[in-house]
Each structure stands twice: as structure tokens, then as C-alpha cells.
């Protein structure tokens, strides 16, 4: 049965509703009191040590007389209608929109970063809006989202808002969804899964000189949040964007492709991204498209089903394919999407189970 979904190019601009009062300072959750008003924070793995006055890594969460404050709660940058394949997410809604949400800040300081300017700022930096969570959940409903994403930035650092957006959404009917780093301490990932429907991990490399050399990061916090993600229930898909030289050894992609396979199963999708110059790498080339094909083909023949390459629109590898009879159940070009061979969540051909929220 040929079903059309959606043709989605245009990504629309929510223009922020006029400003409110300021929202009062939200205290963080997951944090210690030391003695001499000194706070440790414990939301991510970095576990920042915060003298009274002082702001954590992220930028976003201050110690302010021996509480630990969340700066950007309730304070978006960012909020836009996007195709839910923009995150990416291929197996998940495919052609539905996502109401899309960021405010500043960021755990990691990856020298690629796209959203550098925001990720990278501090909260006087950044025009930002007061918007809680009521004002987000209300906004999406109208526009026809039917899913929350937090994206754009690192939503760990927002954890406060994400949840209590989370919390609401899903009373009002609605999916919450997120795009990530994965550097999440395991109790606050296991509060946020109560609420999350799909994650989208960003895998960086595999291994752990590339994260401190290129991210400021560590690799084993990212493989756990994963797998609690799996044991949680999540709906999970992977992008690795691949850096010419820095993370495409074939020997690195096979590694990563099998710890996919053997603990997050092999019908898990994983999206190899191009890398564009940006922010301090912009000595560095695009990603050649052969590589990214090569490591596609490293993925297939580690067992995994579902394998894609991002950031070239109209590549023949963004559509889905049924693992078993090899027919084209979702055709993509750029974020147009027409489901041509699913029913029931089974290729139409074959009746092949194709993982994903259909
Ligand atoms: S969330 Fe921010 S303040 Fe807390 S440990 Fe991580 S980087 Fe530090």
C-alpha cells in the first residue's frame, strides 16, 4: 500500500510569544552541599566542584550561596517546527513535526560543533524568552507537533526544564524526544526516561582519545547512558558524524558498530553524518563521500540493519530498506518522506518486522 506521509521542506519559526515577568531562578536538582558554601553538582559525569559565586563547566548552572541554581530554566534560544527526520530520527513518527526547543549551554566543547554560538555561550550572551513549561506544551499542540524535542544544544544541561516540559507533555497527549551527547550521570537518565519516548545519541567516535582530544568528553559515560537507554525502553538511534582523518578508521568504525550490535541489538539505526568545516575546525575537509559509504559498508557487514548517511540530500542511503527482502519501505529526500512499503510497522512485502514508532 503506497501511503504519502508528508513533504516537509520548510522549517517554520515559532516567533517567541512577548516576553513575561522573568521566570524566578530555578534551583538544579542532582547536586551535594559541601562545607563553605561549596555545591557538587552530579547531573553529568563531569562533576563540577562550585565555590559559592562560581558557574559549572556548562555555564548554565551557579552556585549561588550554596545553592546550585539552573540558569536557563524556563529561558529557550531556540524554537522551531521541524521535521522529526531533521533530529535525525528515521524510525520514529516518520513525517511528523517536532516542536524543537534549546536554551544555551553545553557539557562537552566539541571543536565541530554547529551550534557553537549557542552551545558554547553563557546565558547574558543569548536573547533569550521567558517560556515555561505550560507556554512550550501549549505552543506545540497548536502547531500540529506531535512530539517535543530538545535538541540544538545539550539538554542535559537544561535538565530541570526538559523534565518538567516531559512531565507535561506527556499529560497533554504528546512524545518527547531528544537529541544528545549521552554525558548524563545514570540516576537523572533514568528519572528523564519515566518521560522520554526516543533519544538520539550522538556516538562521537569510539574511542576515548578521540573524545578528550576533540570533545573535552569521555567515551564510557556515553556507552552507559546507552544501554540504559535500552533497558529503559527508549526508542534509540545513533549518529556518528565522521571526521576525515580523526575518527574514520575502518578498524574504530567496526569496533563501534559491533558494541551497537551486541548491546543495543542489531536493528538499531545508525546514521553516519558528513562533517562540514565549522567553528575550530575549519582546516578540516568535508567528509569524502566514499568514506562515509565505507563505513556504511562496515556497518552492514557487522549485522547492523538499518544504515544511513546524513547530510547529503538525495543519497540513495536515506531511505529504509527491508533487512530481509531488500525493498525501500521509507524513501527520504532531504526531509521529504514517503512511506511506500510499511504496514503495520512490517515491510509490505515481505512482512519483515522493521524496528521503530510507526
Ligand atoms: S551539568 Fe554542568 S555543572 Fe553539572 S557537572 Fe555537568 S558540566 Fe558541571
Redesign the pocket.
Known sequence: MRKSLLILCVLFFIPFPSVGAQQPVKE?A??DKLRNSIVR????????V?PEGK????R??ENRKGV?SALSYGQPVAAHIDPIEKKPFFHFLPGSRAFSIATV?C?LKCMFCQNWEISQAKPEDVEARSMTADDIVAGAKRSGCRSIAFTYTEP??F?EYMLEISQKARLAGMRNVMHSNGFINEEPLRRLCKYLDAANIDLKGFSEGYYARICDGALAPVLRSLQILEEEGVHVEITNLVLSGYNDEPEKIKKMCRWIRENLGPDTPVHFSRFYPMYKLLAAIPTPVETLERARTIALGEGLKYVYIGNIPGIEAENTYCPKCHSAVIKRVGYSVSEIGLAGGKCAYCGEEIRGVW
Open positions: 538544579a542532582f547536586y553538582c552530579f547531573l553529568c559525569p563531569r562533576g563540577c562550585i558557574r559549572g563547566y556548562c548554565v548552572r546550585l549551554g557539557n542535559t544541561v535538565f
